[in-house]
């Protein structure tokens, strides 16, 4: 019998998310019905309740918020062969339209009417049940939790990030910013073969989290430090320039770093989003052949992430810092933006007999 108390996490507007009750939805023949697990909270969803927008993505109606998660299938629709009730799934949260010549070339992260979990208007899956297409829900193995399925989003950022910027073995890699974001691209680069690794951050908690997981070098940022600094530091440290840099801050002296930082002939990767126009460094870029590559979320990246958690070669549970219930999520959203605590990863439990 389908359940009937799906509470949900709705964000109104600024400041403005309360818990209500939404009907459970239900699966078309394509799609399946979840009981969600855990779902993280990401530093966008946090944008989204300060500020009510992220550039043109304006939240106008109500939306549920929420879009890294898990869940355990319940009902499956007459269409759906690859999973069955019971099977624990990592969500993919972006569904493209199928038929533009991105999708149908599989390039579908870059569909231009993609459907993705609190991205308005769509709602996202910070509920108790949640339908979603089922070729977007990809099987946990037995040893991957629930909740690592739920960090499996996060992750794919990393190993997209890491795929753009061609990082193989023996690859000496910096990373600009100890945030979820940078650490999980740390641990994709280090499972596809980077074996030199240097990250900076601000803050030296987030550095410590990165020597956790088993980063070789930190580098913590002084405000009043200067560009030429931070680069020359970054060569000494290493002993050499990187061959790959993956901007993970948005920040403009992070982006001129990672571009005068790179080896000649090496790659940029810019994850990170900051203000909407940059002054870089360009001709030092250009004269050297350093490729700067944009990221987009992630494309066919889900199956990867979740081997390298199957297999050991990343452990993202040391991420996760702190629990809540549903109830709680005012809580959480707090903690998640006033930074307290230190938090990396928060996860909410929407189902009560999950979190106690
Ligand atoms: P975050 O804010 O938690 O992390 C950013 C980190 O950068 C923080 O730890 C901060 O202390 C550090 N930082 C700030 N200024 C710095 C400086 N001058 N030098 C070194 N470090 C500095 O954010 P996050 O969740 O880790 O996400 C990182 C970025 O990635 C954000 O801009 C986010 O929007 C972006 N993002 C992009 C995509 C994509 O598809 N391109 C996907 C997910 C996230
Ligand atoms: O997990 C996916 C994700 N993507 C982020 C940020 C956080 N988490 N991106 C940055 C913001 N963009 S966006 O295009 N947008 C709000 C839809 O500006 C998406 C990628
Ligand atoms: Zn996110």
Known sequence: MTPQDNLAAVLYGIEDLRLERRPTPIPQDHQVLLKIATVGICGSDVHFLVNGRIGSYVLEKPMI???EASGTVLEVGKNVTNLKPGDRVAIEPGVGCRTCSFCKKGKYHLCSDMIFCASPPYDGNLCRYYVHDADFCFKLPDNVSLEEGTLIEPLAVGVHACKRAKVRFGDVVLILGAGPIGLVTLLAAKAMGATKTIITDLVGGRLDKAKELGVDYTLKIEKNMTEVEIVSKIEEL??????????CTGVEQCVRVALEATKTGGVVTLVGLGKFELTLPLENAILREVDIRGVFRYN????????????GKVDLKPLITYHFRIEDSGKAFHMAKTGEGNPIKILIHPNPDDYY
């Open 300 to 311: 066919n990246d889900y199956p990867a992430a979740i081997e390298m958690v199957k297999t």
């Open 65 to 67: 918020i929420g879009h």
């Open 238 to 247: 290493l002993q050499e320039a990187p061959d790959v840099s993956l901007e």
